[in-house]
Antibody
């Protein structure tokens, strides 16, 4: 059974940093691209960042570019999101999601077929 | 990276069919559109990918299509448990992805 478990969320002041982790199990982690998707309270889904199977190809939403860094450790079956210079508008539930494809530059089956339960990040003074 | 455009809400009675549209530009609504169902307090679930494909375990009451820059999700034979939020998601190029704003489906 595929499992994605996020951790590292919490309450943080504006301008500070936080690191999210996602522990994956139940599938061959390094066969798949991984993504972070967030959902602000009462709002819709927003794609944040994606990383290919090898960790070489990475992309970010404009809203987080230059502040967030995605990474993965295939030996530990883990995905990370380093969030710096946090703003109040970054307050959201952050989901880790598994892609059907190994690539983020889609050229075939691409979709988010498994999701974690999310880690809540609250940015407030 | 502008969000894809979806109607804010749709409704239908049990047994009826409804269609949710998802409109973007030629650079984002291409062949890699997928759809997600999200019940309150739950994580999203993939219900359609690559415009028309259904993951195993998803009811054939859910179907997808695309015409030009608009993708559509059709739910036939509405059930009470179909009441949820629905999101389209598409490749926007250069490794980036974009969601639609979401549609709240009410089963009357």
């Amino acid at each position: 059974e595929v499992q994605l478990v996020e951790s590292g969320g919490g309450f943080v002041q504006p301008g500070r940093s936080l690191r999210l982790s996602c522990a994956a199990s139940g599938f061959t982690f390094d066969d798949h691209a991984m993504h972070w998707v967030r959902q602000a309270p009462g709002k819709g889904l927003e794609w944040v960042s994606g990383i290919n199977w090898k960790g070489v190809n990475i992309a970010y939403a404009d809203s987080v570019k230059g502040r967030f860094t995605i990474s993965r450790d295939n030996a530990k079956n883990s995905l990370y999101l380093q969030m710096n210079s946090l703003r109040s508008e970054d307050t959201a539930l952050y989901y880790c999601a598994k892609d059907i494809s190994p690539a983020i530059y889609c050229s075939g089956d691409c979709a988010l077929d498994h999701w974690g339960q999310g880690a809540l990040v609250t940015v407030s003074s | 990276q502008s969000a894809l455009t979806q109607p804010a809400s749709v409704s239908g009675s049990p047994g009826q069919s409804i269609t949710i549209s998802c409109t973007g530009t030629s650079s984002d609504v291409g062949s890699y559109v997928s759809w997600y169902q999200q019940h309150p307090g739950k994580a999203p679930e993939l219900i359609i990918y690559e415009v028309t494909k259904r993951p195993s375990g998803i009811s054939n009451r859910f179907s997808g299509s695309k015409s030009g820059n608009t993708a559509s999700l059709t739910i036939s034979g509405l059930h009470d448990e179909d009441e949820a939020d629905y999101y389209c998601y598409s490749y926007a190029g250069s490794g980036t992805w974009v969601f639609g704003g979401g549609t709240k489906l009410t089963v009357l």
